[in-house]
């Protein structure tokens, strides 16, 4: 949840507050409308009751009137006037509230009536006690009296005026005109009174007699009630507005206005939680904008963009620490940028055209740029387009490693390689002089030996010919040898490939042997043979072939040097095995230690005095050059068995 300040209370609380404020006011102000209303109809009521009433008063005093002129008529004249009976028709009529109207003489007795009393009609109270009462009350206050209403046939409520007349004989008599309530009311009315009020008369126990609608008024707040007077008694007479179609407007209008102030606080409500959803969007996007921030700016590769025309649009604070610029130096720059380095400024620009005609290597490209304070590096940079959030292309995203120091300790691992062979080829040219002075020593021994035994024929007196020839021979082959060693020495250095030929491997076996003999027979060893016959040949240098051997047998007779002279034999044998020559050297020597035997290969590894350690190691060189196999196996016998493995030359 979202702290909100005590002002950020307030500012939500606001729109609230007014809308509360503004419903109370429309609300008073529609119930002030309404009461004003309620007024002014009660006080037209008042005013068209009022004048009702006048009305009616009027109305009848002028019945009243009349009824005193006719009755001067038909009581004073002996015999009906016929203007009078026509007057008395024109009275009795509905629209006058008059149902009968008769006259009595000064006795009270009934003369003659209008509409005529019927033989069997029933005139109720009309001439009972309350009749006479009202027609002697009429004689003795010498004014017409009203009686009092009464329930007649039919249950129609009547009342009676008794109008006392006088001649000049005195008292005559009385005309008494009949009244029907209902009449009087429904007929006397004007129809826009009827219209808006309902008229009733009720009786003392407020039971309603008569009234001029047969439809209730649907509210009696605006209503009025007085005594009905005349006739007398106590009947009152209500009027009781109707709820005129005002009504319905201001409900609606109510109803309109709680409708629309219930959509303001919705939409208030709405708009509130909207704010909310927003504050807190913008929130989770300030901190995501800040967390890449801060991996933007502890980033160590440089970024910067650039616009569709190579303008460039940001640059992030490891790109500036690199080019030695602030941001402000940089932004909206165009080509060349201060940062390209002057000397490579065509290729600079010509990298930079390309890029901006999207032929961006994926692989990136390396650039030797400058900083501010002049420092040149090497940088590495990735361009990728630019694509925006309504997926249009619109610029370049470069990305910067600053190089400088991976490039450097390349170059010195390139010059140390570079000293590193050139030292190898050292320690190989030194490792071929030595095994050539190795080598060479056996043919220039030799030489030496047949010359000594040269001089010491030539010294006899008798020279035996052949014998000296046999001598010279020998010379000439160990000098040929000596030859041969040179130059494969000298084509080991040159890293030549072994010169193949198809060889005879038992001939080079006793060509190698041939060149030892001397030596093994001076040291007291023997040189055995096991060949076996016609073997395949093998394709191979024979030069190099004969070294191993003569190696092979060299290092054996070394390891029987201490041997009593009955086990100072190797065994040469040759074998074919499947798509292989074997040949193996086998002496009764000392044998192998396996810690010898881990490093026997290795160059410069001896245990002799005056050992060079290169024997072996050169040994598995040729063999390997011949596609064969070196190795050595424990000799059952007691020693060691050296192999020479060599694939057979395939046709
Ligand atoms: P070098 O003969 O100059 O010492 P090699 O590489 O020919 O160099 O031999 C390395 C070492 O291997 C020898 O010093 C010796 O200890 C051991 N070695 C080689 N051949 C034999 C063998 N047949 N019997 C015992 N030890 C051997």
Known sequence: MIALSARQRWLTAVPYLTVLLFLAVIAALVWLTRSYDEEEQRATLISDVLWMEQNLQFKLERNAAQLAQIGQEILAADRHQ?????????????????????????????????????????????????????????????????????????????????????????????????????????????????????VSVLDGDGRELVSKSKVAPLSDRQSYSMAFDPPGGDLTLQVTAYQGETRWVQVLLIGSILLLGGILVWSVLQLRRELQRRHRAEQALRSESLFRRAMEDS?????????????????????CRMVGYSAEELIGRTPPMPYWDPEFLQQTQEIHDRILGG?????????????????????????APLIDAAGRHTGWMGSMLDITAQKRAEELARQQEERLQATSRLITMGEMASTLAHELNQPLAAIASYNTGCLNRLEQPSIDRTELKDIFDRIGRQARRAGDIIRRVHDFVRRSEPKREPLDINLMIREAIGLIEADSTKRGMRIETELEEALPAVAADPVMIEQVIVNLVRNGMDAMRDNPPARRTVRVSTRREGDTLVVRVADNGTGIDPETGRRLF??????????????????????ELHHGRLGFE??????????????????
């Open 82 to 198: 016929p203007q009078a009976a026509a007057a008395l028709r024109q009275l009795v009529r509905s629209e006058n509230g008059l149902v009968r109207v008769m006259w009595l003489d000064a006795a009270g007795r009934l003369q003659g009536a209008l509409p005529p009393i019927g033989e069997g009609e029933m005139l109720g109270e009309s001439l009972g006690e309350q009749s006479a009462s009202s027609f002697r009350l009429a004689q003795a206050l010498e004014r017409r009296v009203y009686g009092q209403a009464y329930a007649a046939a039919g249950n129609r409520q009547q009342f009676e005026v008794h109008v006392p007349i006088y001649t000049e004989g005195g008292f005559a008599g009385a005309v008494v005109g009949v009244y029907s309530l209902h009449d009087l009311v429904t007929h006397e009315l004007p129809w826009w009174f009827a219209e808006r009020y309902r």
């Open 299 to 319: 980033m160590l590769t440089g970024l910067r963009a650039r616009d569709l025309d190579g303008r460039i649009t940001y640059v992030n604070p490891a790109f």
């Open 359 to 383: 032929d961006a290597s994926p692989e990136g490209f390396e650039l030797r740029l400058r900083r501010k304070n002049g420092e040149r590096f090497d940088a590495l940079i990735f361009e």
């Open 602 to 623: 290795e160059p410069f590894f001896t245990t002799k005095a005056e050992g060079m350690g290169m024997g072996l190691n050169i040994c598995r060189s040729i063999a």
């Open 634 to 651: 424990t000799n059952p016998d007691g020693g060691t068995i050296f192999t020479l493995s060599l694939p057979v030359e395939t046709p």
